[in-house]
């Protein structure tokens, strides 16, 4: 069996941050891909908050070919109802320069850039290297089977994805429960040269972040609908339990979605160029697997590294930092020649540091608070009618705001109810 430092599955973010890292502490790296390239079995949603990757390349947003697609400088969060949006519309022009805070990014661009400067530091690249199982010896990771072939390694650091397969099987992480689990379907579709930045009224390389909840009504998720330089990204993440309760069809939901009066305007006359679906874990830190163990380390949405908090939704960023730091420790525990757990806690006692965990600590309630189905029926059917209330004007007397408001919510939930969810989302966010 063929011997390495460090053994790295997926060329997704954190296993390209790892392997660069571990390469870059002078470990010999192999980083396996079950893609024919980087990014072609990658599904995000496609926004990327800067801060991680300018730890690793500072100016990284200079190189040709550009990694990135456009600065989000608009974040838009709209509540809907099938004919209505009631949004919540933030511009800043400060995003829109060094060092900027958001980008929109394509994983197919995005991936393979991140894999080539692994590959610079010296990390080798083996692509269409499906991963069947773990090997082990005894309780301890000794490397990887993939077909015939056996590759042996100090330390495996398994950053596949929110599937995590082989960790699955391999007995190193529970099974994900239904109810902590989204079935994400995301769509690029192409627009004409100059449409992009007439329909969002964006300037330059400015983009725009659209997250929406309320389609379809009742269900938990939401959707996003994000520009490129000349595409634009939609998708949903719904709940994969309330999908079942509800009866309701995915493709259905997404249909629903595209052909909203509001959002409809944004894809006329746009093509269908690429269509994928991934699972997102959304049990937050309550149902986080073991991070290490003997021989290996978890990273990235492996390790069900995510965060929604209604206006954010984290992922890539937290992976390229949990790669970041795996790799290091990978690297120490090599030159150490101690591939223990009492060693690779160091892995996690870093993510601890990092902003990471404290992120997930500080947000530790959210799946529960996001889980709340009057977010995602009732409360924007609420807003949605006393906003209608209050601009709709037919030459009757006009109504006090308050009684607006007390006849929008009357017979759908009492001030008790709309108090205690609003002071629960307080506390939570």
Not at 70 to 80: D, E, G, K
Request: with cysteine; glycine share 12%.
């Amino acid at each position: 069996m063929e011997q390495f430092d460090v053994l790295v599955i997926g060329a997704g973010l954190a296993g390209c941050a790892a392997a660069y890292e571990a390469a870059r502490a002078g470990s010999q790296v192999v980083l396996a891909e079950r893609g024919s390239r980087p990014g072609t079995k990658t599904v995000s949603g496609g926004l990327l908050y800067t801060h991680g990757l300018r730890e690793m390349f500072p100016d990284f947003w200079k190189e040709e070919p550009c990694p990135v697609e456009r600065a989000i400088t608009r974040n838009v969060v709209s509540f809907l109802t099938p004919t209505q949006a009631a949004s919540l519309d933030f511009f800043d022009a400060a995003f829109g320069a060094p060092p900027f805070n958001a980008f929109s990014v394509l994983r197919s661009r995005l991936d393979p850039w991140l894999a080539a400067k692994a590959e610079a530091a010296g990390a080798t690249p083996v692509y269409g290297a499906k991963v069947d199982a773990l090997l082990k010896e005894k309780d301890r990771v000794i490397g990887i089977r993939s077909g015939t072939d056996e590759l042996g390694a100090t330390v495996v650091i398994d950053a596949e994805g929110a599937n995590a397969w082989t960790s699955r099987q391999g007995g190193q992480q529970p099974e994900a429960d239904p109810g902590t689990v989204g079935v994400g379907v995301k769509q690029v579709i192409g627009l004409p040269s100059g449409e992009i930045e007439r329909r969002f009224q964006l300037r330059g390389m400015e983009g725009t972040q659209l997250t929406t909840v309320g389609l379809p009504a009742g269900v938990e998720g939401g959707a996003f609908l994000y520009t490129n330089r000349d595409t634009l990204s939609l998708g949903m993440i719904l709940n994969m339990r309330s999908l079942v309760e509800h009866g309701i069809q995915f493709s259905e939901a997404l249909e629903e979605f595209k052909q909203h009066p509001w959002i409809q305007r944004f894809l006329e006359g746009g093509n269908l160029l690429e269509y994928s679906g991934c699972f997102v874990t959304e049990g937050g830190l309550g149902q986080l697997p073991p991070l290490y163990g003997p021989g290996y380390l978890l990273a990235g949405a492996a390790a069900g590294l995510f965060l929604n908090t209604g206006f954010t939704l984290r992922g890539m960023d937290f992976a390229l930092e949990s790669g970041r730091i795996a790799g290091r420790v990978a690297a120490e525990a090599v030159r150490a020649k101690d591939p223990s757990s009492s060693f690779l806690a160091r892995y996690a006692q870093q993510l601890e540091q990092s902003f990471v965990l404290r992120q997930l600590r500080t947000y530790r309630d959210y799946p529960t608070t996001f889980a709340n189905p009057r977010l995602y029926g009732l409360y924007p059917e609420i807003l949605t009618s006393l906003l209608h209330r209050a601009y709709f004007i037919d030459g009757s007397d006009r109504e006090h705001l308050r009684q607006l408001l007390k006849e929008s919510h009357r017979g759908k939930a009492s001030l008790l109810t709309l108090g205690r969810d609003l002071w629960k989302a307080m506390r939570t966010l």
